[in-house]
T-cell receptor, first 112, second 113 residues
Framework: DAGITQSPRHKVTETGTPVTLRCHQT?????MYWYRQDPGHGLRLIHY???????DKGEVSDGYSVSRSKTEDFLLTLESATSSQTSVYFC???????????FGPGTRLTVT | GENVEQHPSTLSVQEGDSAVIKCTYS??????FPWYKQELGKRPQLIID?????GEKKDQRIAVTLNKTAKHFSLHITETQPEDSAVYFC????????????FGKGTLLTVNP
């Protein structure tokens, strides 16, 4: 599984509450990505990181922030969750030596 | 930014037939084109990829072709089996140094026994 895990795997939260999703990897990969997956939209990039404290926005970054204070953890935060952020969130890492991205198991988030 | 269009959105074939999924991209700087397979409730998994210096790549029953001039690439699955039923996504990289991928919206492939 390329040493990548996500937590929690499922979460139900109320509109307006803050939510943090965690992506953890054990193999010292430099590049990490957060995507959301919605029916009819495929996978869309939210934010990505190219090193500790180095992050940048993807195509759907509004309403999300990220942090990477150490190599192994990439956190995605919804400061004030909205129903439009109900989705499945996937973290991915770029494997060393090439271009391949390997995905974590995903987090299903429901905002009521 | 990059835009990736994928067609068809659904595809139904009989077992043993071939299936073809097509994608177009907009950024001429893109040079990496992966295909992912996603089964229901699972993570997307890479099944094959191609770099821009190659026109075709095969792996058993799966092949990908790339036409850089026309900016399109295709996935070909031969001798389809029921276990090939899944959603397939194409993607293209941004051509920059951060290996960002832009995905198509996916194709639901159903292989009927």
């Amino acid at each position: 599984d390329a040493g990548i895990t996500q937590s929690p795997r499922h979460k139900v939260t109320e509109t307006g509450t803050p939510v943090t999703l965690r992506c953890h990897q054990t193999e010292n990969h430099r590049y990490m990505y957060w995507y959301r997956q919605d029916p009819g939209h495929g996978l869309r990039l939210i934010h990505y990181s190219y090193g500790v404290k180095d992050t940048d926005k993807g195509e759907v970054s509004d309403g999300y922030s990220v942090s990477r204070s150490k190599t192994e953890d990439f956190l995605l935060t919804l400061e004030s969750a909205t129903s439009s952020q109900t989705s499945v969130y996937f973290c991915a890492i770029k494997l060393a030596g090439g271009y391949e991205q390997y995905f974590g198991p995903g987090t299903r988030l429901t905002v009521t | 930014g990059e835009n990736v269009e994928q067609h068809p959105s659904t595809l139904s074939v009989q077992e043993g037939d071939s299936a073809v999924i097509k994608c177009t991209y907009s950024d001429s700087a893109s040079n990496y084109f992966p295909w992912y397979k996603q089964e229901l409730g699972k993570r997307p998994q890479l099944i094959i990829d191609i770099r821009s210096n190659v026109g075709e790549k095969k792996d058993q029953r799966i092949a990908v072709t790339l036409n850089k001039t026309a900016k399109h690439f295709s996935l070909h699955i031969t001798e389809t089996q029921p276990e090939d039923s899944a959603v397939y996504f194409c993607a293209a990289d941004s051509g920059g140094s951060n290996y960002k991928l832009t995905f198509g919206k996916g194709t639901l492939l159903t292989v009927n026994p």
